[in-house]
């Protein structure tokens, strides 16, 4: 689980510099970025959620 949270926070770092620095040369690709970006954070988030409700610990 701390391997897909490493993800999200790389992932949500570099989805924020590309989109400040493409916003004054290609405000599209900016967006563009953001919302791939935004689409894979929430894709990991929800397996996250489905790996810690399935994870069953040993008591």
Known sequence: MTVITVLILLIALATA?????????????????ACCGGVLILNLLFSLFLVYKNFKKKK
Do not use: R
């Open 17 to 33: 510099v590309l989109y400040f620095m493409w916003t004054q040369e290609k405000p599209w690709m900016a967006f563009y970025v």
